[in-house]
């Protein structure tokens, strides 16, 4: 239990009240526990991080392929366009 300053009066009061002892304003409990929690927002970054290398990662990895699948292409059509002439 921590101690803080009322944001009305000043004085200190226990984080938990509900209200204050000294000039009586509540405070909102309820808007604070529908926030997000640090933890949860963590996970969800770390989350969204590892899709989005997830997918950085398949589109490099699909484009190499490609890539040395039309390199092996036109090394075969090289090597058949040598063959011809030879013939
Ligand atoms: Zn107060």
Known sequence: MALINC???NKEISDKADS??????SFNR???KVKISKKTKIIAIILSIIIILGGIG???????YTE???????HLRAEEEQRLEEE
């Open 20 to 25: 204050c002892p000294n000039c009586g304003i």
């Open 30 to 32: 309820k808007e604070n």
């Open 68 to 74: 040395n699948r039309r390199i092996a292409e036109e």
């Open 7 to 9: 944001t009305e009066c």
């Open 58 to 64: 398949s589109f490099i990895g699909y484009n190499i």
